[in-house]
């Protein structure tokens, strides 16, 4: 079947009064969906990734274009929200100005039709309803949380006090020791006096919602952890939320009542838990990026391309401020018959022990990066180079006494170290030269040695 173009009448930057909605895939909750979303104004569906209409469609809505090329599918629906039925392969979308949420037949949003197909009759009751579902789930943006996502759970925490009547609210996450809980966001006065404090899983409510993953109301009695927060008052309830992330509890976002809380309201709390499960994992993958952006995975140094950034940086500095720089390449001696003895998991552990050696043995102006291969660089900015010489050596000495894992000797072996110095602008006139040089000089040390360190001089 060939596509069906549309084309889109919002611009994406504008201000918009609807939100443009389309399904990836199809299941029954989906179709319940259609048939509700389809009676609210300010929503419109734009579009269904299927080759033809899915059987569970409903016959009373108008159907939307089909697609059957993912990148058409987007361009072209242009959703602001895409629902995907749950196993739906969502990882091969193009990227857009679009979030993703999975329906299957027990989340939130499968649960919230039930309650609004009664609803329908009143359509002012659904037409709220709707809006605040929409509100949650587009307006929600848990991609601007990047690496910090506490302004977005602060946003969500606001959100499902207002949405439910709650009292006071906070949001806790694991604490740094073993079955504890933390406090990282309150509001009231009672719980913003304890933001940082901590409670323990096995005698708390939220501990609980955090150990089975289910959601938790209990009145606030004494011997719960809560209790010390909020004193014990007759009729007081808390509400525990799990907020959840590729399947996992991340945190919990819990709710104090005066009273017991509307259960009408459960579901799309449910919902807001859930953006703040996304929002923390956000924070978590965009921390990982920037980190991977820098970083060698292997021997967590510095990467090539970031000290090729810092030596730049670091010449450019020295040659205004008439400084002294030093560079050390340091490489593994006989590191391949190493892992043709013992395979290369044991050379990856290596890689990341003599990685650790050198970032111990460093100063934190120093730039410690793997090179290439077993080829390790440390760029010494306001170093000399005695202090360079003195560095070097004594990570040699450290490699040479360490034990390395074997394979072949079912114990330990030892591994030795070569290193080449050079210095700006004793040696070296540019970052270019500096580079050759300390190449050079390795290259010589490897020649007389190994387990050798030399300083670069002419004729190497």
Same mark, same amino acid.
């Given at each position: ?14 201000? &918009? ?62 959703? $602001? ?183 009408? $309201? ?45 030596? $730049? ?138 387990? &050798? ?8």
């Amino acid at each position: 079947m060939t596509d069906t173009p549309q084309t889109t009448d919002t611009p994406r930057g504008s201000e &918009r009064a609807e939100v443009r909605l389309a399904f990836a895939g199809f299941n029954s909750a989906c179709g319940r969906l259609a048939r509700v979303l389809a009676q609210c104004e300010m929503v419109k569906i734009t579009g269904i990734l299927a080759g033809k209409l899915p059987p569970d469609w409903p016959s009373e809505v108008e159907p939307p274009p089909l697609f059957t090329a993912r990148g058409r599918f987007v361009k072209e629906s242009a959703p $602001h929200l895409i629902l995907a039925a749950e196993g739906t392969d969502t990882a091969s979308l193009p990227a857009g100005e679009y979030q993703i949420l999975e329906i299957y037949e027990d989340s939130p949003l499968a649960l919230l039709l039930e309650k609004l197909t009664v609803l329908a009759a009143d359509s002012r009751r659904l037409s709220g309803e709707l809006q605040e579902i929409t509100a949650v789930c587009a307006g929600a943006g848990v991609v601007e949380a990047y690496s910090d996502p506490l302004p977005k759970l602060s946003q969500l925490l606001d959100r499902a006090m207002a949405l439910s009547g709650a009292r006071e609210g906070m949001v806790l996450f694991p604490g740094e020791e073993v079955d504890s809980m933390r406090v990282v966001l309150a509001r009231g006065e009672r719980l913003e006096a304890v933001v940082g404090g901590s409670l323990e899983v096995e005698r708390s409510i939220c501990g609980r919602a955090f150990d089975t993953g289910a959601v938790v109301h209990h009145a606030v009695e004494e011997g719960t952890e809560e209790s010390a927060f909020l004193g014990v008052e007759e009729g007081e309830n808390i509400l525990a939320l799990p907020m959840r992330a590729e399947g996992r509890v991340v945190g919990i976002l819990a709710l104090v009542f005066r009273g017991l809380p509307q259960t009408r $309201h459960l579901p799309l709390l449910a919902l807001v838990a859930d953006q703040g499960g996304l929002a923390v994992l956000i924070a978590r993958l965009y921390s990982e990026l920037e980190t991977n952006v820098v970083t060698d995975s292997a021997s967590g140094l510095y990467n090539r391309n970031f000290f090729l950034q810092r030596l $730049h940086e670091e010449i450019s500095r020295a040659r205004r401020y008439s400084l002294n720089v030093c560079l050390v390449f340091l490489e593994i001696d006989g590191f391949e018959e190493y892992v043709e003895r013992n395979g290369r998991f044991l050379g990856d552990l290596v890689i990341s022990d003599v990685g650790s050696i050198i970032r111990r043995n460093t100063r934190e102006v120093d730039t410690a990066a793997r090179y290439q291969g077993h080829t390790f660089a440390v760029l010494l900015p306001e170093t000399r180079r005695l202090g360079a010489m003195r560095l070097a050596e004594r990570i040699r000495k450290v490699v040479e006494e360490y034990p390395f894992p074997s394979r072949e000797k079912k114990e330990v072996e030892s591994l030795t170290m070569s290193a080449g110095v050079a210095s700006y602008p004793a040696c070296a006139d540019s970052e270019e030269t500096l580079l050759e040089r300390a190449l050079a000089a390795l290259a010589a040390a490897r020649t007389q040695g190994p387990n &050798r360190v030399l300083l670069y001089a002419e004729g190497m």
